[in-house]
């Protein structure tokens, strides 16, 4: 006997779905009994004449945590009771138990039945059931809002239940050959109407079969015409979701608290209730759905009143939901500068007094809302909390309204050799409120070991509180510092020197659990630098070059600058050149040194070519790491400051700021800001830095500057005129400097 084998050979796998989906399936289909709904199981098991769930050898047990609460929602729906210690079924458990569906659905058909609603139990049922695909909303976007506009006809004021309802109902209504064109035109899934039919035609026949309960074929509710009947179908529906409750919190943002675990969730887009523009108090909800958010669905409204004809009780404490309920304080009246100084840049004054408002009263859920287009401020708190929440707000604003009406501008009288001119200080309207003749300190430096944890304005209300004095001005201090300056908070400006003085006898006191260094500052705020600043841009890439770039110029240009480029050595390698192939003005340069930056390859390019270039940049690869901002403006100030002259050791010559790069740059930026009066010296310090490379970075990126000067020339009118021509001709001569802008202006007669 000859038996032949055929080996198979490797093949291919097509799945109609993708690589993610596919390694994130559970290895084995869940087991029959975890699909069973537990509230099914404990009553077939309580059926069996087990007494004790819990003890009870399951084949997949659920979590003890998960049966208990099973026991709960059954004895809310009064399918068991509790006898001795022992749990038994009630005679609607034993219904439950022949009708073999989820227990609350169950109750919901059983308690439409004693109210001569059995039709429209048995209905509920089903759409709850198929709740999530009986609304059509697919395709493009312009379909999905048709669709929503279609669904606004159904929408019912009492929520989801009443509005599925009415769609059967209308749909039941017309005859077997309308119904698919129906469900069609009104974007209505006809599948699950015909599955909603099917499971209702199953339930009539457990009905009639199991308890001999005829249901009847006629509908008693008619959602066009309110009636005893919605009533009583809200209170059926609240019996059997009562494991369901969740209160309006009383804040948009917070959405509605689920009453049994506390968390807060919003209604579902598609929710009925949305359509006419409610927020009811108290709502019950067939489940929360998770996607990105959780929501509440199949949501329907109720009467705070029928949570007291709940029997048994709901497993939560109604008395402590209400008081938890978030009550809105509108503040009136405020100005839009008040507002702004209340927010704080990037609202980040808000966010403080938020939480410090949360801290007092130990509730995350308190919340402040500002409308600036009607100069309101909203406070949301619980009656027991708004008292506080309250005085806390006012404070602020009244301190805010304070430093507003004292606000003051310090300048120097005239820019002397000496180390503390006089200075004045302006209120509104240029009033001078004071002027120091006597070179007396006016502001404080105020330092502490934990910046970033202070709380400004609680900072500046603890100064006003202790000086009984008035805050002129505040400047805190930006960019970056040595190391012995890591600790500078800013500097506060008072109205005399007396409050000067009691602010500095503050030194040493507990603020935020360390002690503040108050030191008296030089006269004159914080003016670091006296004159106009003196401002750098710097850059260096941060992805090395790919060995080509991209010239653009016009169209008509292109074949000229070929000619031009023809055997060109960039960099003492002779590169190649060619016409862009996604663009067809701009030339291709290849072959060039990898490590040349955009201005060694531009210069050379410029020169090689007499026409006019409108774009030049190099194609660069994937980014390199690069040391952290911190440390590289650490090695900044290290390059300038053997450049700079020692002066005031409070008073930085020389700001530098590292900006984090986005993903898509191509180049580390870097701010620096030199005292506007050390031109000369912050000239040689970018001289010095030009072209180098920072530590930690590599050899190809070289820094490169882009020089800021600011210079102006103020003459009187007389003094002018006469010199105009030969000032014009001065200034001409800078137009064909490269970087070079300026601008003259008649000055005023005097």
Same mark, same amino acid.
Request: neutral net charge; proline residues 4%; contains cysteine.
């Given at each position: 006997?000859?038996?032949?084998?055929?080996?198979?050979? #490797?093949?291919?796998?097509?799945?109609?779905?993708?690589?993610?989906?596919?390694?994130?399936?559970?290895? /084995?289909?869940?087991?029959?009994?975890?699909?069973?709904?537990?509230?099914?199981?404990?009553? !077939?098991?309580?059926?069996?004449?087990?007494?004790?769930?819990?003890?009870?050898?399951?084949?997949?047990?659920?979590?003890?945590?998960?049966?208990?609460?099973?026991?709960?929602?059954?004895?809310?729906?009064?399918?068991?009771?509790?006898?001795?210690?022992?749990?038994?079924?009630?005679?609607?458990?034993?219904?439950?138990?022949?009708?073999?569906?989820?227990?609350?659905?169950?109750?919901?058909?059983?308690?439409?039945?004693?109210?001569?609603?059995?039709?429209?139990?048995?209905?509920?049922?089903?759409?709850?059931?198929?709740?999530?695909?009986?609304?059509?909303?697919?395709?493009?976007?312009?379909?999905?809002?048709?669709?929503?506009?279609?669904?606004?006809?159904?929408?019912?004021?009492?929520?989801?239940?009443?509005?599925?309802?009415?769609?059967?109902?209308?749909?039941?209504? *017309?005859?077997?050959? !309308?119904?698919?064109?129906?469900?069609?035109?009104?974007?209505? /899934?006809?599948?699950?109407?015909?599955?909603?039919?099917?499971?209702?035609?199953?339930?009539?026949?457990?009905?009639?079969?199991? $308890?001999?309960?005829?249901?009847?074929?006629?509908?008693?509710?008619?959602?066009?015409?309110?009636?005893?009947?919605?009533?009583?179908?809200?209170?059926?529906?609240?019996?059997?979701?009562?494991?369901?409750?969740?209160?309006?919190?009383?804040?948009?943002?917070?959405?509605?608290?689920?009453?049994?675990? +506390?968390? $807060?969730?919003?209604?579902? #887009?598609?929710?009925?209730?949305?359509?006419?523009?409610?927020?009811?108090?108290?709502?019950?909800?067939?489940?929360?759905?998770?996607?990105?958010?959780?929501?509440?669905?199949?949501?329907?409204?109720?009467?705070?009143?029928?949570?007291?004809?709940?029997?048994?009780?709901?497993?939560?404490?109604?008395?402590?939901?209400?008081?938890?309920?978030?009550?809105?304080?509108?503040?009136?009246?405020?100005?839009?500068?008040?507002?702004?100084?209340?927010?704080?840049?990037?609202?980040?004054?808000?966010?403080? *007094?938020?939480?410090?408002?949360?801290?007092?009263?130990?509730?995350?859920?308190?919340?402040?809302?500002?409308?600036?287009? /009607?100069?309101?401020? $909203?406070?949301?708190?619980?009656?027991?909390?708004?008292?506080?929440?309250?005085?806390?707000?006012?404070?602020?604003?009244?301190?805010?309204?304070?430093?507003?009406?004292?606000?003051?501008?310090?300048?120097?009288?005239?820019?002397?050799?000496?180390?503390?001119?006089?200075?004045?200080?302006?209120?509104?309207?240029?009033?001078?409120?004071?002027?120091?003749?006597?070179?007396?300190?006016?502001?404080?430096?105020?330092?502490? #070991?934990?910046?970033?944890?202070?709380?400004?304005?609680?900072?500046?209300?603890?100064?006003?509180?202790?000086?009984?004095?008035?805050?002129?001005?505040?400047?805190?201090?930006?960019?970056?510092?040595?190391? +012995?300056?890591?600790?500078?908070?800013?500097?506060?400006?008072?109205?005399?020197?007396?409050?000067?003085?009691?602010?500095?006898?503050?030194?040493?006191?507990?603020?935020? +659990?360390?002690?503040?260094?108050?030191?008296?500052?030089?006269?004159?705020?914080?003016?670091?630098?006296?004159?106009?600043?003196?401002?750098?841009?710097?850059?260096?890439?941060?992805?090395?070059?790919?060995?080509?770039?991209?010239?653009?110029?016009?169209?008509?240009?292109?074949?000229?600058?070929?000619?031009?480029?023809?055997?060109?050595?960039?960099?003492?390698?002779?590169?190649?050149?060619?016409?862009?192939?996604?663009?067809?003005?701009?030339?291709?340069?290849?072959?060039?040194?990898?490590?040349?930056?955009?201005?060694?390859?531009?210069?050379?390019?410029?020169?090689?070519?007499?026409?006019?270039? *409108?774009?030049?940049?190099?194609?660069?690869?994937?980014?390199?790491?690069?040391?952290?901002?911190?440390?590289?403006?650490?090695?900044?100030?290290?390059?300038?400051?053997?450049?700079?002259?020692?002066? /005031?050791?409070?008073?930085?010559?020389?700001?530098?700021?590292?900006?984090?790069?986005?993903?898509?740059?191509?180049?580390?930026?870097?701010?620096?800001?030199?005292?506007?009066?050390?031109?000369?010296?912050?000239?040689?310090?970018?001289?010095?830095?030009?072209?180098?490379?920072?530590?930690?970075?590599?050899?190809?990126?070289?820094?490169?500057?882009?020089?800021?000067?600011?210079?102006?020339?103020?003459? #009187?009118?007389?003094?002018?005129?006469?010199?105009?021509?030969?000032?014009?001709?001065?200034?001409?001569?800078?137009?064909?400097?490269?970087?070079?802008?300026?601008?003259?202006?008649?000055?005023?007669?005097?």
């Amino acid at each position: 006997m000859n038996i032949s084998h055929k080996c198979l050979g #490797p093949g291919v796998c097509y799945r109609l779905y993708t690589k993610v989906d596919y390694q994130s399936m559970d290895l /084995n289909q869940e087991s029959e009994i975890r699909r069973v709904h537990l509230g099914v199981a404990v009553l !077939r098991i309580l059926a069996l004449g087990v007494k004790d769930v819990l003890g009870f050898d399951f084949v997949d047990a659920p979590s003890p945590s998960s049966i208990d609460m099973a026991i709960k929602n059954l004895i809310q729906l009064r399918a068991i009771e509790l006898n001795y210690d022992v749990h038994d079924l009630t005679s609607e458990g034993w219904c439950l138990v022949r009708m073999g569906i989820e227990p609350r659905l169950g109750k919901l058909i059983l308690g439409c039945f004693k109210h001569g609603l059995g039709r429209e139990g048995i209905i509920l049922a089903a759409v709850m059931a198929n709740a999530s695909s009986i609304f059509c909303r697919v395709g493009s976007e312009f379909d999905k809002q048709r669709s929503d506009c279609l669904k606004v006809q159904f929408c019912h004021c009492d929520g989801d239940l009443f509005t599925l309802l009415s769609v059967y109902k209308e749909w039941e209504a *017309l005859p077997r050959e !309308r119904k698919n064109k129906w469900c069609w035109e009104n974007s209505i /899934n006809a599948k699950s109407m015909r599955r909603c039919q099917d499971t209702i035609l199953e339930l009539e026949t457990c009905l009639e079969r199991e $308890h001999d309960i005829v249901t009847p074929s006629y509908w008693l509710w008619d959602p066009c015409m309110p009636s005893n009947h919605d009533k009583n179908l809200k209170r059926v529906i609240l019996f059997s979701l009562a494991e369901n409750v969740a209160m309006y919190s009383g804040c948009n943002q917070l959405g509605y608290e689920v009453a049994q675990t +506390g968390q $807060h969730v919003q209604l579902h #887009p598609s929710c009925s209730l949305l359509v006419f523009a409610q927020k009811p108090s108290w709502v019950v909800f067939g489940e929360l759905l998770s996607i990105s958010n959780q929501y509440l669905v199949c949501v329907s409204a109720f009467d705070f009143q029928s949570l007291y004809d709940l029997c048994p009780a709901p497993l939560f404490d109604v008395s402590k939901m209400e008081e938890r309920k978030l009550l809105m304080t509108t503040l009136s009246g405020l100005g839009c500068i008040l507002l702004k100084r209340f927010c704080g840049k990037a609202n980040c004054n808000l966010l403080a *007094l938020v939480s410090r408002i949360r801290k007092a009263c130990m509730d995350e859920r308190i919340f402040i809302e500002v409308n600036v287009d /009607n100069n309101e401020i $909203h406070l949301y708190a619980s009656s027991n909390d708004m008292d506080i929440a309250l005085g806390l707000v006012n404070d602020v604003l009244e301190y805010e309204r304070k430093w507003l009406r004292t606000e003051c501008m310090d300048k120097f009288l005239y820019h002397g050799s000496g180390f503390s001119p006089p200075v004045a200080l302006f209120g509104s309207g240029a009033e001078i409120k004071h002027l120091e003749l006597e070179k007396r300190s006016l502001s404080v430096d105020v330092c502490h #070991p934990n910046i970033n944890e202070i709380d400004d304005k609680e900072l500046l209300m603890f100064f006003e509180k202790n000086t009984s004095g008035c805050i002129c001005a505040v400047h805190k201090f930006t960019g970056n510092m040595r190391d +012995g300056d890591r600790d500078k908070w800013g500097r506060i400006i008072f109205m005399s020197p007396d409050v000067v003085r009691r602010a500095a006898e503050l030194d040493g006191q507990e603020f935020c +659990g360390s002690s503040l260094k108050i030191v008296p500052s030089q006269l004159g705020g914080d003016k670091t630098f006296s004159f106009p600043a003196v401002k750098a841009r710097i850059s260096w890439p941060r992805r090395l070059s790919r060995g080509f770039a991209i010239v653009k110029c016009d169209i008509k240009d292109v074949d000229y600058i070929l000619r031009d480029f023809y055997n060109l050595a960039v960099g003492g390698r002779y590169v190649r050149c060619e016409v862009g192939k996604k663009s067809m003005d701009s030339v291709v340069i290849n072959g060039l040194d990898k490590e040349l930056s955009e201005a060694e390859i531009s210069d050379v390019l410029r020169t090689a070519t007499t026409r006019r270039i *409108l774009d030049f940049f190099l194609v660069r690869g994937e980014a390199v790491g690069n040391p952290p901002c911190s440390a590289l403006e650490e090695a900044l100030l290290k390059e300038i400051y053997p450049f700079l002259p020692k002066r /005031n050791p409070h008073i930085s010559p020389c700001r530098v700021q590292v900006f984090a790069p986005e993903p898509k740059d191509a180049f580390m930026r870097a701010l620096i800001t030199f005292d506007g009066r050390l031109h000369l010296e912050a000239a040689k310090a970018l001289e010095q830095i030009e072209g180098k490379v920072l530590p930690g970075c590599l050899s190809w990126q070289k820094i490169k500057c882009q020089q800021l000067f600011h210079s102006s020339l103020t003459f #009187p009118t007389p003094v002018y005129r006469v010199i105009k021509e030969q000032l014009d001709e001065v200034l001409a001569s800078f137009r064909n400097l490269k970087g070079n802008t300026f601008s003259s202006v008649d000055a005023c007669k005097l």
